[in-house]
């Protein structure tokens, strides 16, 4: 397929376009190519008027869960996918929380065959850090890697013996993958439910307080310095946790970190009410903390945004507060949020791209997060400006959990192209 888009902003920051200027891009074979001499007269072209539009590298999401295998009833990498491109997404990489957990080349393989089969967007898969994710011996990192695993993580829970986490460390290095860390002390978030503050003592639910995320992020910083091992910090939500990424990057240890919408956007406020479409882990922090991810997202301490989509079944989500799951949906919501970041100045909309889809891309090693010639042919047009209503029941995704139903927020992803074929068209979106 030969696709030629016109008179879009043209946004890259790899080749330093920063939406200034308009111009063309040219796909063909699957690649970007220079224009050819009136290239919309090739026969065959499919041509795109980007005329008040961005185009912009695929966006890459670094940290979702597609919950299959084992949890086909709350997503798969169909229906995943799916949501990912209808959001602007052209690559995810899938967290190792299924069952079986992604902890062998097996699970790998399988998830990379249903992807290559099913998928609409590109699948990347984490591996565990450790067997079943149950902390107590290493996965067969080593397996994993050489099947296709561009990270390893035991997200959704932190590795809390300190000498497993350095092995693991010393054992990736020599794979350039990096160990993303959920970073939480459990015996401080206990049975918390939200995070610990007024909010929560005003409802009367157990909190968790922001030092149980501050106090791994720490020590896990303290383990990259050790080791030399690239560290990833997962879903920062403390403001200690920033100041601990700001002090570690400025001693050279080999930390990034990703912060996600709904942390840099809302507070625990929005519990109220007891809004199960709200509680996530890391929970909710305060404005307080807010202001920190901002500022590390404006000065580079925050390298990246990543959504968490973590999709539950409505059944699941629909009960008491303390009883049901964490984790929200964000893949379709995610741009949209992210733009708010560049109408309040935290970001120039070359930086938004930068850190959803360059620099998640530079950091997981997958190629791809730029249009330079000859790069993969991913690529998001989208309406920086046009205003939508946020319908739950409208998302691709099998989950519904947003706290953003029913909202107005301002980005429509127009195309989102993979491989030089287009995967998602607003013009052919549910209603």
């Known amino acids: 397929m030969k696709i030629l888009i016109k008179g879009a902003r043209i946004v890259d920051p790899a080749s330093s376009r920063d939406g200034s200027k308009t111009g063309r891009i040219f796909?063909?074979?699957?690649?970007?190519?220079?224009?050819?001499?009136?290239?919309?007269?090739?026969?065959?072209?499919?041509?795109?008027?980007?005329?008040?539009?961005?185009?912009?590298?695929?966006?890459?999401?670094?940290?979702?869960?597609?919950?299959?295998?084992?949890?086909?009833?709350?997503?798969?990498?169909?229906?995943?996918?799916?949501?990912?491109?209808?959001?602007?997404?052209?690559?995810?990489?899938?967290?190792?929380?299924?069952?079986?957990?992604?902890?062998?080349?097996?699970?790998?393989?399988?998830?990379?065959?249903?992807?290559?089969?099913?998928?609409?967007?590109?699948?990347?898969?984490?591996?565990?850090?450790?067997?079943?994710?149950?902390?107590?011996?290493?996965?067969?990192?080593?397996?994993?890697?050489?099947?296709?695993?561009?990270?390893?993580?035991?997200?959704?829970?932190?590795?809390?013996?300190?000498?497993?986490?350095?092995?693991?460390?010393?054992?990736?290095?020599?794979?350039?993958?990096?160990?993303?860390?959920?970073?939480?002390?459990?015996?401080?978030?206990?049975?918390?439910?939200?995070?610990?503050?007024?909010?929560?003592?005003?409802?009367?639910?157990?909190?968790?307080?922001?030092?149980?995320?501050?106090?791994?992020?720490?020590?896990?910083?303290?383990?990259?310095?050790?080791?030399?091992?690239?560290?990833?910090?997962?879903?920062?939500?403390?403001?200690?946790?920033?100041?601990?990424?700001?002090?570690?990057?400025?001693?050279?240890?080999?930390?990034?970190?990703?912060?996600?919408?709904?942390?840099?956007?809302?507070?625990?406020?929005?519990?109220?009410g007891y809004k199960t479409n709200a509680k996530m882990n890391p929970p909710l922090r305060t404005q307080k903390d807010i202001n920190a991810i901002w500022k590390g997202l404006a000065d580079g301490t925050i390298d990246a945004i990543a959504t968490d989509h973590a999709p539950h079944s409505h059944d699941e989500k629909n009960v008491e507060f303390d009883k049901a799951p964490f984790g929200i949906v964000g893949l379709e919501t995610a741009l949209s949020l992210s733009l708010r970041l560049v109408d309040e100045g935290v970001l120039s909309l070359s930086g938004m791209v930068e850190k959803m889809s360059t620099v998640p891309a530079l950091i997981l090693g997958t190629g791809g997060g730029t249009l330079k010639e000859g790069a993969p042919a991913d690529v998001v047009v989208f309406d920086p400006e046009e205003e939508r209503v946020v319908n739950a029941e409208g998302f691709y995704s099998k989950g519904r959990s947003t706290p953003f139903d029913g909202e107005t927020l301002k980005g429509v992803v127009k195309w989102t192209i993979v491989g030089g074929v287009v995967k998602f068209s607003q013009a052919s979106a549910r209603p």
Request: proline share 6%.
């Open 27 to 272: 796909i063909e074979g699957g690649v970007i190519r220079k224009p050819p001499p009136h290239a919309e007269k090739l026969p065959g072209i499919k041509v795109i008027d980007g005329r008040g539009m961005v185009a912009a590298p695929g966006l890459v999401d670094m940290h979702v869960h597609l919950r299959e295998p084992g949890f086909e009833h709350k997503e798969t990498i169909k229906t995943g996918t799916m949501s990912a491109v209808a959001g602007g997404f052209t690559a995810v990489a899938c967290m190792p929380n299924t069952r079986p957990v992604n902890d062998n080349a097996a699970v790998t393989q399988y998830i990379l065959m249903k992807a290559r089969t099913e998928g609409s967007a590109r699948v990347f898969p984490i591996g565990a850090i450790t067997k079943n994710e149950e902390g107590k011996s290493m996965a067969d990192i080593g397996e994993m890697c050489e099947a296709g695993c561009v990270a390893i993580s035991d997200d959704g829970f932190p590795v809390v013996d300190s000498a497993i986490l350095r092995r693991a460390m010393e054992y990736a290095k020599p794979f350039g993958v990096p160990v993303i860390s959920h970073c939480e002390d459990m015996s401080l978030s206990a049975d918390g439910v939200m995070n610990e503050g007024y909010v929560s003592n005003l409802m009367g639910l157990r909190g968790i307080p922001a030092e149980s995320e501050e106090i791994c992020v720490s020590r896990d910083i303290t383990l990259s310095r050790l080791t030399g091992a690239p560290l990833h910090i997962a879903h920062v939500s403390a403001a200690g946790s920033v100041a601990a990424v700001r002090r570690a990057k400025k001693e050279g240890v080999r930390v990034t970190a990703e912060a996600t919408p709904h942390h840099f956007t809302l507070s625990d406020e929005a519990v109220r």
